[in-house]
């Protein structure tokens, strides 16, 4: 009959008992083992070295047509992005990006910025700032560094600062006979061929088609020949007309603001002018409507009250938006520093 | 009534937890622990700034004038001063307007064609090099264009060539 | 004989696989740190900067004559050798007639652990 007794010998039990005492020490110092195995923290400073880069580096994507030119209707189509000029051009950044990735009106911080720049499963907490040398511009988007604990990269840059032309008027002052008109009109032409042929490397040239350009016009109270205080000038339109090779001159279409005298808004046309009237065309305003080799030419109709001669180019030569620094500033390269805190 | 056949289960178990213990001591000791604040990160990061510096100042603004950089501009004219100050505003500078505290140490490497050999010509130091700095190491290249012999550089570095030339701008980084 | 008592060899034996696994998790912890790299170690030993520091002083060489560039390539081929210990040459060859670009560049870098070829129409 199987022995059914229920008990247990005691030197069986002092066995186990040291056998279990044992092992249970054993198992207590596995974890000390496991204990210099981090998960989270150790890449904070990996994920800043990488958007430092996708940012500082990379151009973004879609680079061509550029990410920058879509509106906030279609911010899924941006994959990533990216400030650099071009593929070829790392450190060097272009303004219309710049300014379009720190636009909080149109990206919302974390989410629109974790899927196109930082990436990685983990929700990441960041600080992308941006600053020149000389203080002129300061960006940031993210929350606040905390004090430590923060994975983090410092890149210089240099941004291309848009080019503008400045034009006193008193120099192009129409005179003769026939000048003494009411109607005036005063053109600048882009000669897109040469502003593209002439200077290849990007930094360094002005591209009409995708970057802002500026014109500024000052002095019109001096450009009057015959001094007559009751005149008043009056900028009555903008055409822009465009000239493709072996096409006739068309127009393409009026521009209707500019900023009058100074003001930090634009008027709508016609608009009465006492000294200076500036004319912004935004970066890409020229994508569409012309390409490499078209001529533009940009025509400021002024009319005054009385006759005079005046501020007038029609019977000269439009004026050239180009590469010689005494019509047009040139684009310059100014030093600045981003920085990349991720916790 | 009390005998000895449970000796047996006594030694068996002690026998086990020797072994135990004895293989977990091994263990335990063997094992490496992996400090997580190894000097990779900080000196990733030193490296990446002092090489953006360095690009920089290599990096003309713009074409209008000669096409210099100021890299160049300032290694023709051994401008040592100069080097070392636009250095160290474009690696300590931040963008909350506080500045960092690193220092420098610059050579310029040559090749001397007389005599073959590359020659060491100390261009500018922020601090004199006591030895226990943790430093690290970025180069530029700098394209010399020393035709004629007349530049300050050519006066000041020993057996310079007076010719077109590629020289190594060597610039150690730390952190104080 | 009387058979050798064996009831408590389980006992043993326990102790036993407690312990080889100790052995196992040790290797596994062991290899955890060394065969990965750290990102930063990464970085580190990619000669990105270098690279492009080596073609931009290169393409800068565009207009120079062969007599000249020929110095500067011996300048950079020794230095690189002294202080980068790297490999650094390149050759410049004129483009075909009717090309858009000037010249062909066959640059070749090499430090040991990266090696760089290019062949640039500039």
Redesign the interface.
Known sequence: MPDDHAYL????L??????M???I??AT??P???????GG???Y??VA?RT?VILVEDPGMPANPPWENKDDMQKDEIQRFGLALTKDN???LAPNKIERFFCSTSFNYPDDYQRRVIFGDRPYSFNV???T?D?MM?W?VGDVKPDGGYG???????IKQPSNATINAPAFRNSGGDGNVTGHVFSVHINCTRLLQD?R?P??QIDPLRERIVVNITNLMNAYVFTDPTNVITLSKIIIYRQNPSQPLAQVRTFDTSYIDGGNTASSLPVIVNDNASVIFPAGFFYGMANENSHLYINYTFKLNTPDCFFNNSFTSPYDYDYS?IRVT??????G???VAIW | MVNS??????????A???I??FS?YL??SA?S????GDTH?SD??LE??GS??L??MN??????TTGESLLQNITKNNDGVRFKETFL???N?????SYDNLQISADLFYRDTLTNSVKQFHFAHSRNLTGGEHAVRVTGWVHLDLTGGGSPLSVAAPGIDPRVQAGLMEVLLWRD | MARLNDD?QW?VL??FI?SFS?FF??IV?NQ?TVVGQT??EG?LEFPKNDI?DVRYEVLACSDLSSAVWGEVQKDMTSIAMDRKNAIVTFNITSAPPGSTFKNIFDIHYNNGVTAYNETANY
Request: glycine share 8%; aromatic share 10%.
């Open positions: 010998s005691i030197d069986f002092a066995g186990m008992t040291i056998f005492v044992a092992f020490w054993v110092m596995i000390g083992l496991l204990i210099s195995l981090q923290t150790i890449d400073d990996a070295y430092g790392p450190n060097i700032s941006l600053s040398f203080a300061n940031s983090y990269i410092r890149r210089l840059v240099k200077v490397n930094p360094y620094p040139q684009p310059l390269l100014k030093e520093v981003v920085e | 056949d449970g000796q047996l289960f006594t030694i068996e178990g002690v086990a937890g020797l135990m213990l977990a263990v335990v094992t622990i992996y400090t997580p990160i990733m990061q990446q700034l953006d510096a690009r920089m990096t003309p603004n713009t074409t209008a505003t474009f690696c500078s931040t963008t909350g307007g | 408590a006992i326990m102790g407690v100790l998790l040790a912890l955890s990102t930063a970085v492009r």
